[in-house]
């Protein structure tokens, strides 16, 4: 929160942002002059282009830097996304720059700066530091400025936030620019937490009748929501204290009051995306409804980390309303731009200026994604804008603390963990990952959701690295101290919790579609035969408990190879209640494993990284060993003879993993499989 907002003081005219009088509950006043103040006046017709840049779902990617690898990542980051931004501003002399929230969570420095080493209350978060080189105009909060618990989201926009367990008179450094967000309000107060919207006021370049320029003042309302979801994920946090109503809600309580104040053009700032559900005023994404609220001109978008308007030739959205090519959604421009500083969002609003007001031409704007990744090299390899070099300084002493901070052991194994032979029984990277989500879905039923507190609770992983890339793309965490960026090893996606409710049949037929993994194996031919089929390693789902058992006979054609399961010792009853932990990915997007994993099967969507369980759960257990963590095998190949070998690769030199792991029937077939890639060919003897 801008710390105008409870500011007491006289309004003056003709500040960048016009300041909110004295008293709070009215959040704005329309202070300051008449558009035709300030000389600035004109009585004849004129145009101009106002350019809307929007970042979102930032996630405190400040640098291209991934804090799990301790690597370069020219992929993402804000400091690119700069790059893009003063581009943008040399070609539009009018702009408006705007955030739309998941700013201040997501990377390593992120945790670092809230739990690990709070920063002072006389300091911007790094994230902040560095989207003030840039000069934001206005930004909203997204689901994730709640993960680290209302007292430090008071603290670092700077204090006044009127809720139960907050000091309201603190004064901090704040976030540099107004927050804004019109559904959440204070159960303390019954008003907005912080204010529902400003105004903006500013002079931009117009052009005459006469083609000339001239400058005129315009009053820019922003108003923002987030999603309702928080008070799931962040229940812990926010229950009693808060409380959220719909977008469409509060954009027909605020925008009215917006025009009344002055608002020559409004911008809504969606944490959320698009669904073509019907509305509710619980609805995560809402997109598609907001835009038909009457008085709103243009509308960003994120929370989804996908692209609007999206140019593929099978685009992501596609509901009645959404028009890729317009980019618009019913009518009004719209964008979304990618997550973690991939894209800049650019909606080029065309205004008229009638000589007493301003009008916004929606069929004559545009709206467009400019990512950072600019094309790719003779090579094949991808190019990318180069970063803002004004950025990495700003936060380089907190950046060198984060390294540092992700290289401090959180725990010791006494195996190796590795997924070099995951494909053939070795649970020994898998099953940590298992017990993390499993204990971490279960935890949260207890505590929240009563009416499955009486489902077990199995967890399903899969080795993610599993050597696609060549003999180096295993998970391979040493024997020894673990260290905070080994969880990149052990969890390689940022993806997030999901659980999921299913019954023993969807349980059989997922882990069917999982065994896709494995060729059809033929038990008379006499000649090599590869085991590994094309099917994505990530994709080969696993149980890694006593409680689960299953067989897996490659012999049989797909869909037909789960042999023998059982839970706790009796064969699966197919109607049989289960809740399964898994990823957000699955949870949504495996319809081709089963149906329940279109989203409709998910009962919770956690807010937190598969990444950072497995972390916090390491940290709660630090003593890691193969017999509590790395030994337990639900599932076997069926035992059969074969004439010739199957055979698989694997890293080289992995043979004392196999046999570590209890894996008897592996051999080496060739150190060097002669691809280049750093493999050996093993084989499997499926008859033991």
Same mark, same amino acid.
């Given at each position: 929160?801008?710390?105008h907002?409870? #500011?007491t003081?006289p309004?003056r005219p ?8 004295a008293? @709070?509950?009215l959040?704005?006043?329309?202070c300051g002059?008449?558009?035709?103040d300030?000389g ?8 101009a282009?106002?350019a809307?840049?929007?970042?979102t ?5 400040v640098r291209s830097?991934d ?6 990542d020219?992929s993402?980051?804000f ?10 501003r040399?070609?539009?002399p ?7 929230? *998941?700013?201040?969570q997501?990377?390593?420095l ?9 920063i002072?209350?006389?300091q911007q978060l ?18 994730h ?8 989201? &008071?603290?670092?926009l700077?204090?006044?936030m009127?809720?139960?367990?907050? *000091?309201a008179?603190v ?6 620019y @107004?927050t804004?967000l ?5 159960s303390? +107060?019954?008003?907005?937490?912080i ?5 903006i006021?500013?002079t931009v370049?117009a ?6 320029e ?7 309302g ?5 999603t309702p979801?928080?008070m799931?994920?962040?229940?812990r946090?926010?229950?009693g204290k808060?409380y ?8 027909t309580r ?8 002055g608002?020559?053009?409004v911008?809504?700032l ?7 559900s019907?509305?509710s005023a619980?609805?995560e994404n809402p997109?598609?409804y ?13 929370h ?5 308007p999206?140019?593929a030739?099978?685009?992501?959205y596609t ?8 980019g618009t ?5 719209a964008?979304?731009? #990618? ?12 205004m008229?200026?009638d000589?007493?007001a301003? #009008? ?8 467009e994604?400019?990512n950072?990744?600019t ?22 002493t907190?950046?060198?603390? +984060? ?6 052991p959180?725990?010791n194994t006494d195996?190796?963990?590795s997924?070099l032979?995951a494909?053939?029984g070795?649970?020994?990277a898998i099953?940590i990952?298992n ?11 207890q505590? &929240?959701?009563p ?11 899969? @080795? ?7 003999g180096a793309d295993y ?6 101290p ?6 990149? /090893?052990?969890?390689l996606y940022?993806?997030?919790?999901y659980?999921v409710k299913?019954?023993g049949a969807?349980?059989?037929?997922w ?5 896709k993994r494995?060729?059809?194996i *033929?038990p008379?031919? +006499? ?8 099917f994505?390693?990530? &994709?080969? /789902?696993?149980?890694t408990?006593?409680?689960?058992q299953?067989e897996?006979?490659v012999t049989q054609a797909?869909g037909s190879?789960?042999r023998?399961?059982?839970?706790k ?9 289960f809740?399964?932990?898994?990823n ?6 495996g ?5 329940k ?14 990444? *950072? ?5 390491i ?10 963590n790395?030994?337990?095998?639900s599932?076997r190949?069926?035992k059969v003879?074969?004439?010739g070998?199957v055979?698989?690769?694997?890293g ?5 993993v196999a ?5 008897s029937?592996?051999s080496v077939?060739a150190?060097?499989d ?6 050996s060919?093993y084989?499997v003897?499926?008859?033991?």
């Amino acid at each position: 929160m801008s710390a105008h907002f409870f #500011s007491t003081a006289p309004c003056r005219p003709r500040l960048p942002v016009i300041a909110l009088c004295a008293i @709070p509950s009215l959040f704005l006043a329309a202070c300051g002059g008449g558009s035709g103040d300030g000389g600035f006046s004109s009585n004849q017709p004129a145009t101009a282009t106002l350019a809307v840049l929007e970042t979102t779902d930032l996630h405190f990617n400040v640098r291209s830097y991934d804090y799990f690898k301790l690597a370069e990542d020219k992929s993402y980051g804000f400091e690119r996304t700069a790059t893009l931004v003063r581009q943008a501003r040399k070609e539009f002399p009018n702009t408006l720059l705007v955030d739309n929230g *998941d700013t201040i969570q997501g990377t390593a420095l992120a945790d670092y700066e809230a739990v690990v080493k709070t920063i002072p209350c006389n300091q911007q978060l790094s994230m902040y530091k560095a989207m003030g080189a840039l000069g934001f105009d206005v930004g909203t909060l997204g689901n994730h400025e709640f993960n680290y618990g209302l007292p430090f989201l &008071n603290q670092v926009l700077g204090g006044g936030m009127q809720v139960d367990g907050v *000091d309201a008179g603190v004064k901090c450094a704040g976030a540099g620019y @107004p927050t804004v967000l019109a559904n959440v309000y204070s159960s303390k +107060t019954r008003q907005p937490l912080i204010q529902p919207y400003t105004l903006i006021q500013k002079t931009v370049v117009a052009t005459g009748t006469d083609g000339k320029e001239v400058k005129l003042p315009i009053r820019i309302g922003v108003i923002g929501f987030t999603t309702p979801g928080i008070m799931n994920w962040d229940k812990r946090y926010l229950e009693g204290k808060v409380y959220t109503e719909g977008a469409v809600e509060a954009a027909t309580r605020y925008v009215p009051e917006l025009r009344a104040k002055g608002a020559d053009v409004v911008v809504a700032l969606l944490h959320g995306g698009l669904d073509a559900s019907p509305y509710s005023a619980t609805m995560e994404n809402p997109g598609l409804y907001l835009s038909k609220v009457s008085g709103i001109d243009a509308m960003v978008m994120g929370h989804q980390h996908s692209v609007f308007p999206d140019t593929a030739a099978t685009p992501a959205y596609t509901q009645a309303g959404v028009d890729n090519k317009a980019g618009t959604i019913n009518g009004v421009p719209a964008v979304m731009a #990618s997550s973690w500083g991939k894209a800049l969002g650019v909606i080029s609003l065309q205004m008229k200026w009638d000589g007493k007001a301003w #009008s916004v031409d929606k069929g004559a704007s545009k709206s467009e994604l400019r990512n950072i990744q600019t094309g790719k090299d003779a090579a094949g390899k991808a190019v990318f804008v180069d970063a803002d070099s004004s950025i990495a300084p700003l936060i380089e002493t907190q950046h060198q603390a +984060t390294i540092g901070y992700v290289k401090t052991p959180i725990g010791n194994t006494d195996f190796r963990m590795s997924t070099l032979f995951a494909d053939v029984g070795d649970p020994g990277a898998i099953q940590i990952v298992n017990q993390a989500q499993q204990a971490y879905v279960s935890a949260y039923i207890q505590a &929240n959701l009563p009416q499955y507190k009486g489902l077990p609770v199995l967890s399903v992983s899969a @080795p993610f690295k599993s050597g696609f890339q060549g003999g180096a793309d295993y998970t391979d965490v040493a024997v020894g101290p673990l260290a905070i960026f080994n969880a990149a /090893d052990l969890y390689l996606y940022p993806n997030t919790v999901y659980a999921v409710k299913v019954n023993g049949a969807d349980i059989k037929n997922w882990l069917e579609a999982a065994a896709k993994r494995f060729n059809q194996i *033929d038990p008379a031919k +006499t000649s090599e035969q590869a085991l590994i089929s094309t099917f994505p390693g990530y &994709n080969f /789902d696993m149980f890694t408990t006593a409680d689960v058992q299953y067989e897996i006979d490659v012999t049989q054609a797909v869909g037909s190879r789960i042999r023998n399961l059982a839970y706790k010792g009796q064969a699966i009853d197919p109607a049989q209640e289960f809740v399964i932990a898994t990823n957000n990915y699955r949870a949504t997007s495996g319809k081709s494993f089963i149906d329940k994993l279109d989203g409709s099967g998910t009962i919770w969507a956690s807010p937190d990284a598969n990444r *950072d369980v497995v972390i916090d759960y390491i940290r709660k257990n630090p003593s890691v060993t193969r017999t509590a963590n790395g030994s337990a095998k639900s599932w076997r190949f069926t035992k059969v003879k074969t004439a010739g070998p199957v055979v698989f690769t694997s890293g080289a030199n992995g043979l004392p993993v196999a046999q570590a792991a209890g894996l008897s029937n592996i051999s080496v077939l060739a150190a060097d499989d002669g691809s280049g890639k750093g493999t050996s060919k093993y084989a499997v003897d499926l008859s033991k």
